[in-house]
C-alpha cells in the first residue's frame, strides 16, 4: 500500500491517492477525520490551526463504505486558501505587489531549494516543504491503518519530551505498551502524566515568550503485530530499514531509534537481548529491549519507535541569513508559525509506520482482497500454534 501526494501549504487543497488498496476493507470517513484532528491538536500550535479544520473528502476507491480494490482519492481542502489566492493562485499574473520571500530561515528547506531548483522566491519552495503536507499523509493513513486494524494491529503514540522537560519512565520499553491512550489523547501534550503535560507547556510558554520553538522526542508502538512481517534476507526488505526510512520522510526529524536505541551501545550483550520463552502455545520474550525488531523483522511483541523533532526554524527573534536579492545580511523571514508541534509529529509518525506495516501484511498474506487477507493470516497464526507445542 503506497501513497502519494499533491497541494501547497496556502493552495486551494491537499490531495493523497491511496494505491494497491485491497477490495472489501470497511473505512469510515469519521475515523480518518478523527486522526485528521489529532495531527491538528497540541499545545504549541500556531494560529494556522485555528482557521483550518481539516476533514477528508473521499474521491474514488470506495463504494458504500467499503474499498473497491481501485486507488482511493482524498481531498484535504485549506480553507486558509482564501486568503492566499491571489498570491498562490495557479494560472495568470503575480500580482503588482508580491512580496517574495528573500530571506531564507535557517533549519528550513528556504535556501537549499532555492539553489536546488532556481528561484528567487524562497515560497516557491517552502510552500510544499511545509509540514501542511503531512495532514494529506494522516488522511491517506486512514485506509491502511483501518486494514491494519481490521487484523489486529493498533497504533498509537505519545510525545516523550519537549526541550528539556521529559517524561519519567522506569522501563520504557516496557511503559511504551502499558500506557492509557485515554490519558494520551485526553493531554494537549499527547503526554501520558498530567504533571509532565504541564511542565512542557509551561517550557512552550517561555519559548514563546522569547521569540525561541521547541522540538522533543516521541513513541510510536504497535500492537498486536505477527511475528515474522518483514525479512533478513534483503536490504532493504529489512522492515527496521522500512520503518526508519518512513519515519525519517517527516519534516524535522533527526533521530529514529528502535527499542533500546542507542542505549542498547551502551549496555553489555546480556542486558540488552530479549531471553526467549514458552508462553501459552506461543513463544514469547521476557523483556522487549529490541523493541518488536529482530533481524529485520517483527517478533510479535510491541514495535516501540522513538523519534526525535529538531525545533521549528522560523524563530519570532530570527537568526541572521542573506538576502537573496541584495545579498546583504538580514534577519531571516519571521511569519505565522508553530512554536512546537512534537505531539503533531507523533500523530504522523503513527500514519507513516502504518503504511510500512499495512504493505508488510499484504506481502505475506496477499493483496486482492479482505477475505483472503484474512484466511492465510489465520492459517499462519495456526501454524505458528503448532511451532509452540
Ligand atoms: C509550517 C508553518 C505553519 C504551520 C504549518 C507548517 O503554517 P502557516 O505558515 O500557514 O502559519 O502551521 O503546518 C500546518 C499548516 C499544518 O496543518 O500542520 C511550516 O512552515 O512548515
Known amino acids: 500500500m ?16 491511496v494505491e494497491d488498496v485491497p477490495a472489501g476493507l470497511k473505512v469510515s470517513a469519521d475515523l480518518i477525520d478523527y486522526d485528521l484532528s489529532r495531527r491538528q491538536s497540541g499545545y504549541g500550535r500556531g494560529g494556522r490551526q485555528t482557521i483550518e479544520r481539516d476533514r477528508a473528502r473521499i474521491v474514488s476507491g470506495i463504494r458504500f463504505g467499503r474499498t473497491l480494490g481501485s486507488p482511493v482519492g482524498l481531498v484535504v481542502e485549506n480553507r486558509d486558501w482564501a486568503n492566499w489566492t491571489d498570491r498562490m493562485v495557479a494560472d495568470g ?20 531549494g532555492a539553489l536546488r531548483t532556481n528561484t528567487d522566491d524562497c515560497r516557491d519552495i517552502l ?4 509540514a501542511r503536507e503531512t495532514a494529506a499523509r494522516v488522511a491517506a493513513a486512514g485506509i491502511a491503518r483501518e486494514f491494519l486494524a481490521e487484523l489486529g494491529v493498533e497504533i498509537y503514540s505519545y510525545v516523550v519530551s519537549v526541550g528539556d522537560v521529559a517524561l519519567k519512565e522506569a522501563d520504557p520499553m516496557g511503559d511504551a505498551a502499558r500506557y492509557n491512550p485515554m490519558a494520551i489523547e485526553t493531554s494537549e501534550m499527547r503526554c501520558p502524566d498530567s504533571a509532565t503535560t504541564e511542565a512542557m507547556k509551561q517550557a ?6 522569547q521569540g525561541e520553538s521547541l522540538g522533543g522526542t516521541f513513541r510510536v508502538v504497535a500492537t498486536g503485530l505477527v511475528p515474522g512481517l518483514g525479512t533478513y534476507a534483503q536490504a532493504r526488505g529489512r522492515l527496521t530499514s522500512q520503518l526508519a526510512q518512513a519515519v525519517f520522510s517527516i519534516p524535522a526529524i533527526k533521530g529514529v531509534e ?48 522513538t523519534a526525535a523533532m ?17 545579498l546583504q545580511p538580514e534577519e531571516a523571514s519571521k511569519e505565522r508559525s508553530d512554536v512546537c508541534a512534537v505531539p503533531a509529529a507523533a500523530v504522523v509518525a503513527e500514519a507513516e509506520v502504518a503504511f510500512v506495516l499495512a504493505t508488510a501484511y499484504q506481502e505475506a498474506f496477499g493483496n486482492t482482497c479482505m477475505a483472503d487477507i484474512r484466511q492465510n493470516l489465520a492459517a499462519y497464526r495456526d501454524r505458528l500454534k503448532t511451532l509452540a507445542r
Open 204 to 209: 512552550i510558554n517561555c519559548a514563546r515568550r
Open 127 to 130: 510552500e510544499r516543504a511545509s
Open 310 to 326: 529538531k525545533p521549528i526554524p522560523t524563530l519570532m527573534t530570527p537568526l541572521s541569513t542573506v538576502n537573496l536579492e541584495t
Open 258 to 305: 528502535f527499542g533500546l536505541g542507542f542505549e542498547a551501545a551502551r549496555r553489555p550483550g546480556s542486558q540488552v537481548h530479549d531471553p526467549i520463552l514458552l508462553g501459552n502455545a506461543a513463544f514469547d520474550r521476557a523483556s522487549n529491549n529490541a523493541g518488536g525488531l529482530e533481524g529485520g523483522m517483527t517478533t510479535g511483541l510491541p514495535l516501540v519507535i
Open 93 to 112: 499574473q503575480p500580482p503588482a505587489n508580491l512580496k517574495r520571500e528573500v530571506t531564507p530561515r535557517p533549519g528550513h528547506a528556504d535556501l537549499v
Open 2 to 17: 503506497r501513497y502519494v501526494t499533491a497541494g501547497e501549504s496556502h493552495g486551494p487543497e491537499l490531495v493523497a491517492i
